[in-house]
């Protein structure tokens, strides 16, 4: 069965600041995906980043960059100089083949303070 | 570009009323899925439809069904409400290509 475990529940930090978002995953696919999505307050879902299980390469965008480790089973996310904008609940997700369902970890809820 | 079209965004019932949550998804998108999202929870999968079967099933009560029309859009009928369906309900569509599930605004149900 898919699991995806994001242990922080909630990180304060003061704007300027860079936070890393930690998200492990447990699978028994070889091919899989995993995803990012941020919740803002206002409670949209909306996507960010997506990995496939071969690609292992990191990415960044502008201040947002992963890093994707299958020896470790994490895909984790960094956000650099965070800006209040970024406060934030962030869903790490799995799905197990093409096409199918998500699972989503508990969320890390991201406080971003002037 | 167009996004999930969600209706309506916010619904208040009673309890043991029926509610109807429709979807339109982005075009030419060929997979809707909805979710459940309690509050302070992750969002829980609920069923999914590919060019109009349903394609996958989650933990969806049996008072709940959906269906995808001929025009990709998609509803959830839910009856027999109880305070615990409130919640913020999710649609998100995808397309075979990209398989990359993008969600609408999502529609906050209230049961009092």
């Known amino acids: 069965a898919q699991k995806v475990t994001q242990a922080q529940t909630e990180i304060s930090v003061v704007e300027k600041e860079d936070v890393t978002l930690d998200c492990v995953y447990e699978t028994r696919d070889t091919t899989y995906y995993l995803f990012w999505y941020k919740q803002p307050p206002s409670g949209e879902l909306v996507f960010l980043i997506r990995?496939?299980?071969?690609?292992?390469q990191n990415e960044i965008s502008g201040r947002y960059s992963w890093n994707f480790q299958k020896s470790t089973s994490s895909f984790n996310f960094t956000i650099t100089a965070s800006q209040v904008v970024d406060s934030a609940v962030y869903f790490c997700?799995?799905?197990?083949?093409?096409?199918?369902?998500?699972?989503f970890g508990k969320g890390t809820m991201l406080l971003v303070s002037p | 570009a167009a996004g999930v079209i969600q209706s309506p965004r916010h619904l208040i019932k009673e309890k043991r009323e029926t509610a109807t949550l429709k979807c339109y998804p982005i075009?030419?998108?060929?997979?809707v899925y909805w979710y459940q999202q309690g509050p302070g929870q992750d969002p829980q999968f609920l069923i999914s439809?590919?060019?109009?079967?349903?394609?996958d099933k989650g933990s969806i009560p049996d008072r709940f069904s959906a269906q995808q029309f001929s025009d990709y859009h998609s509803e959830l009928n839910m009856s027999s409400l109880e305070l615990g369906d409130s919640a913020l309900y999710f649609c998100?569509?995808?397309?075979?290509?990209?398989?990359?599930?993008?969600f609408g605004a999502g529609t906050r149900l209230s049961v009092l």
């Open positions: 997700a799995l799905s197990e083949r093409g096409y199918s369902t998500l699972t």
């Open positions: 998100a569509s995808s397309s075979l290509a990209k398989n990359i599930q993008y």
């Open positions: 075009p030419r998108h060929d997979t």
């Open positions: 439809f590919y060019e109009k079967m349903q394609s």
């Open positions: 990995r496939n299980s071969f690609d292992e």
